[in-house]
């Protein structure tokens, strides 16, 4: 039985490795990358959740002094109260001594002054510890505000993260470049939420 054609599987299988290897190449090429970039996203990442973390932690450190300051405001006003009724008592007193055709004891006329001293002394402070209550609100505000950046950077940068563990898995460079573009936007809304400060 006379053979059939002969093909020369040497050169097709020296051919096929050639291919294998130029495609090993340019596949380690864009996974050393891919796992490139996703380290210094998952660098960033972290960096960007610590800078959240302190953010809203600083905030809420002075809401709570700002609580406190709101508590010693009202006690203050309380205060004022006290001693704006007790002035009072003593003016309703001197009222009736006067209808009475007598005069309010020193004494009363002292502790009125005093009372209304302390009523107008009382409310300044009142006022400062309401002042210093803002103050600490608005820092806590924009304290608040740059941790919300920071979280959103976070949030897309642990996204790109999880892209570029797939383009590695798929070896796909549409993934990887949609990967890189997430950990862009990312870092630029980190560098936002740090030039807010």
Do not use: C
């Not at 090993?24 to 610590?50: D, M, N, P, Q, Y």
């Not at 005069?103 to 005093?114: F, G, H, I, S, V």
């Not at 006022?127 to 806590?140: F, G, H, I, Y």
């Amino acid at each position: 039985m006379p053979e059939g054609p002969e093909v020369d599987t040497d050169k097709l299988r020296e051919t096929i490795d050639e291919e294998i290897e130029k495609e090993e190449s340019a596949s380690g090429h864009l996974l050393r990358t891919i796992a490139l970039t996703t380290a210094v996203l998952a660098a960033l990442a972290a960096i960007a959740s610590l800078e959240a973390g302190a953010t809203v932690n600083e905030a809420l450190a002075l809401k709570t002094e700002a609580t406190q300051l709101q508590a010693k405001a009202s006690d203050q006003w309380a205060y004022y109260q006290a001693k704006g009724i007790k002035a009072t008592v003593i003016d309703a007193t001197r009222n009736s001594l006067a209808a009475l055709d007598k005069t309010l004891p020193d004494e009363l006329a002292k502790n009125q002054e005093r009372y209304v001293k302390e009523q107008r002394d009382s409310k300044e402070e009142a006022e400062k510890l309401e002042k210093e209550r803002d103050l600490k609100n608005e820092e806590s505000e924009h304290l608040m505000h740059r941790h919300h950046y920071f979280a959103q950077s976070v949030a897309l940068l642990q996204v790109s993260i999880a892209l570029g563990a797939v383009a590695a898995l798929t070896r796909r460079r549409p993934v990887w470049i949609g990967s890189t573009l997430l950990g862009l936007a990312g870092a630029a809304i980190f560098g936002w939420a740090f030039l807010l400060h």
